[in-house]
C-alpha cells in the first residue's frame, strides 16, 4: 500500500483513492482534488488557493479534467474512483492562456517591480514556460494609493485573487478589502468613506498583509532589502516549493489521520 | 444632512435593516439623490452592521446602482441588436446633439445624463429607452424631442403624459397557456384537493404527492433554458433536510431577444402566482420571492396590486383556500441591472443582497439555496405550466409536443418581421412554420434563445423547437438579408463583456478579448491571427468558466465564423498578422501639429 508522503495510513481503513494521470492517489473525505493531489507528492499550478482559507476557485489556474470534464481542483472534492487528468494539451494551453490574461489585465512589468522573484504569478508563468503575453495588453488606468505611512498599494499588479478579502475577513476579523465593479471593471477596494487606506483600520501585522500572491500590498522602506537573485523562487520553482508547503490534512475534517 | 438620515432610517427600517435586503435598501436610496454619495454608503452600512466596503461592493456590482453623480434624468438606450436594426443609435446622437450632452456623462448642470444599457426587453417595440428605470418603448425621433423638451422643462418624470409609458403586449398567437382562462384560486383547489383533477389520480392520494406525481407524470421540463426536469427538482427540494424552504421565481428576464415573462407577468401574474403557490404546497414552502428584473420596474406597483388582491382572496397568508396549516407569502425583489442574476445560484446570492455572483456548484439550490435553505428556482412561464398541470394533470400535458419536450413554448419573436410578439406553439414546431407566421421575408438567419444560444441559417429552418434539436428559454430573433451577421454577433460580443460578473479568469478576462477583437476586426484591421484567437479563446472561455455565461459567450462567434465566415473574411486587411497598435494612426495628431505630411512622416504607410 502506498503511503504518501510518509502519512501513516490506518491499515484498517483503506482510504479511498481517485485516479490522477491514471495513478492511484489516496484521500480522505472533506479533501478537494487539488488537497489529495499536493498530499500525494503532485503538483499543480495554482494562483488564488492557500491553504489556509477557504477556496472559491476564481483564477481556474487549477483546472483539471474530472471524468472528462474541466474543472478547477481547488473547491471539487475528492471522490472514490473519478479520473482526473492535468497534463492533456487543451490543459496545458489553457493554463497558459490563463495566466497571460492575468498579466495583459494588469500592468505587469516585472523589471521595475519589488515583488520579482517573491511574486507567485512570475514564478508560475515560468513554470508554466510562458514567453510573452501572447494577447494585447488591456492597459488598464489603477492609479495607486500611497496614502498609508507604512504601506502601499499598487493595484496594477491585482490579480483579484481576493485572498487579502479573505485574510482580513477570516483571520483578521476586520474588512479592510472587498471587491467592488463587474466584470473586467471588477476592482479591489479598502473599507473607508474616503477609499483611503491610510483610513482603514489595517496593521502592518495583519494577515492580510501577506497573502497577496504579486505585488499590491506592500510594505513602505523596505523595498529590494532582499536582492535579486535572493529571492524566493529564485532559487527552487514554484512546483518543488508548492509541494513543501503543501497542507496535509483534509480541510473540512481535521480529525482521523496525523 | 438629518432630513437624508431620516429618509434613509425609514427605508432601512422598513426592511428590517436585514441584510438580505441591501440591494433592495440601496435601490430606494438611490431615489433620494438619484445616486449613492460615499456618506450615503457609510450610514447604511452602519443601519445594516455591515462592512463598509461590502455595502460599496454590492452597489459597485449593479448597472442601476451609481456610485457618482448620474443626473437627475437618467435616460438609458436599449442596445440589443434589435434596437439597433432599428436605429437606436441614430436616435441617441440626435438626443445628445439635443441637449449638447456626451454619451456616458453628466451635463455640468448635473440634469441628465445619456448612455446604453443591455436589452430592456422590449425588443417587439424598440427601439426602448428608460428613464430613471421606468420602460418607453417605440422610440422615433418626435418621441426624442418631446422627452427633450419634457427633460429641459425640468417635468418630474411622474408627470409625464402616460402614453409614452404604454407597454404593447402583442400575443400573436395563444395555444394552452396563453389561451388558459383560471379563476384565481382554481389551480391551488386543485392541488389541495386532488378529485378535482383529472380522474387519473386516485382520491385518497394526499394533495402534495398527488399534485408532484402530476408534475413529475407531465414531463414538464425547466423553461428558462436548460430543461431539467421541474418534477424532480420539486422532489428533490421536497425532501431535502431543512424546516424553512424557499419558493423563488426567476423573472430576471435577461436573455436579449426575451420579453414572454413581461407579457405574462403583466397579462396572468394571477397564472404565475398560482404556480408559485402549488409549488409552495408541494415542497412545503411558507415564503416565496419574485425576482423582477430591474428593467421591469413599471410591474412592481400592479404585481403588488395582485398580491394584495390574493391575499384578501385567501389566496396567499395563512390557512391558503380553507387549508388549515397552508401558509405561505410572496415577496417581490427588483433587480438592478445585472444579466448574471438569471443565473439561479447568482439570482440567490442577490436576494441575499449580496453581489450576483454565481455560487461553485454542488451544492445545489434544491438543498443549499436562499440562506443556505432548500429553494426551488423556476422560470415564470414554468410556474405558469405547472399551475395548469395542477388543474388539468400530468397525462393531459405530456400529450402536448413531442416526446422529450412535453407541452407549448412561449417564444418572444423581434427582429425582421412583420408582426413581433408572443408566440405560443406546442413543442416541435419548425422555424420555417413560425417565420411564416410572423411574417418574416427573405430570412437570412434566426437567433434562437439569444446571444447564448444558437444561430441558425437557411438550411436549417426545418430544425424544431425542442429540447432535443433547439432549445430555447424564448427569443428568437430574425435577421433578413440586408443585415450584416458579423455586426450582430459584435453586439452580442459587447453584451456578454459588459454582463460578466467578474469572478473567473476566462470570462472576466476573455469576454473582453473577444470584444476587442471583434472590434478590430470591425475597424478593418483584422488578420487570420485574430480568427486563430477567437477560437483559443472560445476554446478556453467554454471548458474553464465558473458559469453559464462564460461558457455560452462564444457561442454567436463560433456560430457566425461558421455559418457566415464571408462576412468576417471581407473585413480582414490581410491574412497575416496586423498588430493593434496603429503606428500611423497614432502620429496622425503629431503630423496635424508639425503640419509634416512628406513621405517621411508617414512611418511605414507603404507596408
Request: aromatic content about 8%; glycine content about 10%; some cysteine.
Amino acid at each position: 500500500m502506498r503511503t504518501p508522503g510518509g502519512r501513516h495510513v490506518n491499515p484498517d481503513k483503506t482510504p479511498a483513492t481517485f485516479l490522477l494521470d491514471g495513478e492511484e492517489v489516496p484521500f480522505e473525505p472533506g479533501q478537494t482534488v487539488m488537497q489529495a493531489v499536493l498530499a500525494a507528492g503532485h503538483y499543480i499550478p495554482y494562483l488564488c488557493y492557500h491553504p489556509e482559507f477557504k477556496p472559491h476557485g476564481s483564477c481556474k489556474v487549477c483546472i483539471v479534467e474530472v471524468n472528462g470534464r474541466t474543472a478547477a481542483s481547488c473547491t471539487m472534492p475528492a471522490e472514490a474512483g473519478m479520473e482526473v487528468a492535468t497534463r492533456t494539451d487543451e490543459l496545458v494551453a489553457g493554463r497558459q492562456m490563463l495566466v497571460q490574461m492575468l498579466f495583459v489585465e494588469g500592468n505587469h512589468f516585472c523589471p521595475s517591480c519589488e515583488k520579482s522573484g517573491n511574486c507567485l504569478l512570475q514564478a508560475v508563468a515560468y513554470e508554466l514556460g510562458i514567453m510573452s503575453a501572447g494577447l494585447d495588453h488591456l492597459f488598464p488606468n489603477r492609479p495607486v494609493d500611497a496614502s498609508h505611512p507604512e504601506i502601499l498599494l499598487d493595484f496594477n499588479r491585482c490579480i483579484l485573487c481576493e485572498l487579502c478579502v479573505r485574510a482580513s475577513a477570516e483571520a483578521d476579523g476586520k474588512n479592510v478589502f472587498a471587491l467592488s465593479g463587474r466584470g473586467i471593471t471588477k476592482h479591489l477596494i479598502v473599507n473607508a468613506e474616503s477609499g483611503r487606506l491610510a483610513d482603514t483600520d489595517i496593521a502592518v501585522t495583519d494577515k492580510a498583509m501577506d497573502v497577496c500572491p504579486v505585488g499590491v500590498i506592500l510594505r513602505k522602506r523596505v523595498g529590494f532589502v532582499v536582492p535579486i537573485g535572493e529571492r524566493r523562487f529564485d532559487g527552487k520553482p514554484v512546483s518543488d516549493q508548492a509541494l513543501e508547503n503543501a497542507p496535509r490534512r483534509p480541510a473540512v475534517r481535521r480529525e482521523g489521520s496525523t | 444632512m438629518t432630513e437624508k438620515r431620516a429618509e434613509l432610517d425609514s427605508i432601512a427600517q422598513r426592511y428590517g435593516c436585514e441584510p438580505t435586503a441591501l440591494l433592495q435598501i440601496l435601490r430606494e436610496a438611490q431615489e433620494i439623490e438619484g445616486w449613492l454619495p460615499p456618506g450615503t454608503l457609510s450610514y447604511l452600512a452602519r443601519l445594516l452592521g455591515l462592512p463598509r466596503a461590502r455595502v460599496e461592493g454590492v452597489a459597485g456590482f449593479y448597472s442601476f446602482l451609481h456610485l457618482e453623480r448620474a443626473g437627475r434624468y437618467r435616460v438609458l438606450f436599449s442596445d440589443n441588436i434589435t434596437d439597433r436594426m432599428a436605429g437606436n443609435l441614430e436616435l441617441l446622437e440626435r438626443f445628445c446633439n439635443s441637449l449638447w450632452l456626451e454619451q456616458g456623462k453628466v451635463s455640468e448642470d448635473d440634469l441628465v445624463r445619456v448612455d446604453t444599457t443591455s436589452c430592456t426587453g422590449m425588443c417587439d417595440q424598440g427601439p426602448a429607452i428608460l428613464v430613471n428605470g421606468w420602460a418607453i418603448p417605440r422610440m422615433s425621433p418626435d418621441r426624442v424631442d418631446e422627452i427633450v423638451e419634457l427633460i429641459r422643462s425640468r417635468t418630474e418624470v411622474e408627470t409625464w403624459p402616460a402614453e409614452l409609458f404604454l407597454v404593447e403586449d402583442n400575443i400573436r398567437r395563444r395555444d394552452i397557456l396563453l389561451g388558459s382562462s383560471l379563476e384565481p384560486g382554481e389551480a391551488i383547489r386543485a392541488a389541495i384537493t386532488p378529485a378535482l383533477r383529472d380522474g387519473r389520480i386516485a382520491i385518497s392520494d394526499p394533495g402534495p404527492k398527488a399534485t408532484l406525481e402530476a408534475i413529475k407524470r407531465s414531463n414538464l421540463r425547466g423553461r428558462g433554458g436548460a430543461g431539467f426536469s421541474t418534477g424532480l427538482k420539486w422532489e428533490a427540494c421536497r425532501h431535502a433536510p431543512g424546516e424553512m424552504r424557499y419558493v423563488v421565481c426567476n423573472a430576471d428576464e435577461g436573455e436579449p431577444g426575451t420579453f414572454k415573462d413581461r407579457v405574462l407577468l403583466t397579462r396572468y401574474a394571477d397564472l404565475v402566482f398560482e404556480g408559485m403557490t402549488v409549488c409552495a404546497f408541494v415542497i412545503g414552502a411558507r415564503k416565496g420571492f419574485l425576482y423582477l428584473r430591474g428593467e421591469y420596474q413599471h410591474l412592481l406597483a400592479p404585481l403588488g396590486e395582485v398580491l394584495s388582491r390574493r391575499r384578501a382572496e385567501g389566496l396567499l397568508g395563512t390557512g391558503i383556500c380553507g387549508h388549515a396549516g397552508f401558509e405561505f407569502d410572496i415577496e417581490i425583489h427588483l433587480g438592478a441591472g445585472a444579466y448574471v442574476c438569471g443565473e439561479e445560484s447568482a439570482l440567490i446570492e442577490s436576494l441575499e443582497g449580496k453581489r450576483g455572483v454565481p455560487r461553485s456548484r454542488p451544492p445545489y439550490p434544491v438543498t443549499h439555496g436562499f440562506l443556505q435553505r432548500p429553494t426551488t428556482v423556476n422560470n415564470v412561464e414554468t410556474f405558469c405550466a405547472a399551475a395548469l398541470i395542477a388543474l388539468r394533470g400530468g397525462e393531459w400535458y405530456r400529450n402536448i409536443g413531442t416526446v422529450k419536450s412535453a407541452g407549448t413554448k412561449i417564444l418572444s419573436i423581434s427582429g425582421d418581421c412583420a408582426h413581433p410578439g408572443i408566440y405560443e406553439y406546442p413543442f416541435g414546431v419548425e422555424v420555417g412554420q413560425i417565420l411564416e407566421d410572423c411574417g418574416a421575408d427573405r430570412t437570412q438567419a434566426v437567433q434562437v434563445s439569444g446571444p447564448s444560444g444558437t444561430c441558425i441559417d437557411t438550411t436549417e429552418f426545418e430544425r424544431r423547437i425542442a429540447f432535443e434539436d433547439l432549445p430555447t428559454a424564448g427569443a428568437f430573433m430574425v435577421f433578413d438579408e440586408s443585415r450584416d451577421i458579423f455586426e450582430v454577433a459584435r453586439n452580442f460580443t459587447h453584451f456578454f463583456a459588459h454582463e460578466s460578473c467578474g469572478f473567473c479568469t476566462p470570462c472576466r478576462v476573455g469576454t473582453t478579448l473577444l470584444r476587442n477583437i471583434m472590434d478590430k476586426i470591425h475597424r478593418g484591421k483584422g488578420s487570420q491571427h485574430e480568427l486563430n484567437q477567437i477560437f483559443q479563446l472560445s476554446q478556453l472561455l467554454q471548458s474553464a468558466s465558473h458559469c453559464g455565461l462564460g461558457t455560452t459567450a462564444c457561442n454567436p462567434l463560433l456560430d457566425s465564423i461558421k455559418r457566415f465566415r464571408p462576412a468576417y473574411e471581407r473585413r480582414l486587411e490581410s491574412l497575416e498578422f496586423e498588430p493593434a497598435f496603429d503606428l500611423n494612426g497614432a502620429l496622425e495628431r503629431a503630423r496635424a501639429m508639425a503640419g509634416r505630411y512628406d513621405v517621411c512622416g508617414h512611418p511605414g504607410a507603404d507596408t
